[in-house]
């Protein structure tokens, strides 16, 4: 328990990988938890309050704030994640990814208080799935309905697949040991949120399921077909294109993809990528290439670059 006394934490970010959208309907998924994320600093306080540490455009502080308040009612309700806090805390957010663009910010922030409001045990143990549950039940003020995949790759980090077994509960998650091909990744601005992109989504399941539920069906097939690739020991960069490829399109049919990443992705091949996706939710936010090699990848992202709209972030991995 982190109870009464000063906190600090850290919880990562993540990149989607295959499996955005499908996986809110049970479909497999497959990503990787970041090296950037968010740090949260906690001093004790009544009541729990959350601000950021450097300001940020929009209505995020007014979020924040209606946040804090589903925080304190989330950790105040007996659930099945472990010990509820009694604590309350003023919690200082600083986040080295860009808020609200595909990258999981709300999904690292959700694992940090999830960790801080946790017994010790249930942290730093070798089980982390209490972290996850706890986290998962947050993330819901900022998805409505959350898949738990980015608090799965947030709470439980490196590259991780989710199968869903049973409807309504957290995915099955197993960590693959798969060095990934170099990757060009970025963010734009969103035009949307998440909330509202996923919304979209479920309506559209509703009023058109046979153009929408065939194409969940391809989108769980290039999961499963990526995994099978990410398993095989060899360089992934040949075998993940066609798939991320295919996905991208996909997502592009599903009405979550926008002209702007369309243009950046189709510049990143032109540049020399083998080909990219959107990652995460869509309406903008993040992407990724997928790249030969770490040269390549080096120039995808020095182009890219200079031609990003204010707020974006773009850098090379792998
Ligand atoms: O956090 P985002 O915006 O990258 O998107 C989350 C991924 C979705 O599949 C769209 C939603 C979910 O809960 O799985």
Redo the contacts with the bound molecule.
Sequence with gaps: MNGRSPYSGFAPG?L?LF??????FGYP?VGVSLDRGLRISVTPADGISIRLARPAGGDVAAGLSAFAAFVADTLGSPADDGPVSPAGGAITVDSDLPI????????ALCTAIAEWSLPDPQVSGHDRSAVWRRAHRL?AF??G??????TGLSSLGGVRTFRFSTPGALPESAALSADLPALVVGAIP?ERS?RD??AG?RSRLSTEPSTVRPIFDRLGALADAAIGELAAERNHAAGMAPLVADAHHLLRDLG?STPLTDGIIDRGVRAGALAGKL????GG??FYLVCPDAEVAARVAADLDGTLPPGSVCFHMG
Aim: charged fraction near 15%; charge should be negative; avoid cysteine.
């Design positions: 993540k989607l499996g955005e959208h499908a996986a809110v998924a609200s663009s595909g990258f999981g910010s709300s999904a993330e900022f998805h309905t959350p898949s738990g995949i980015d969103r998440t992109l996923v989504v979550v990652s995460g939710a869509g936010g993040a």
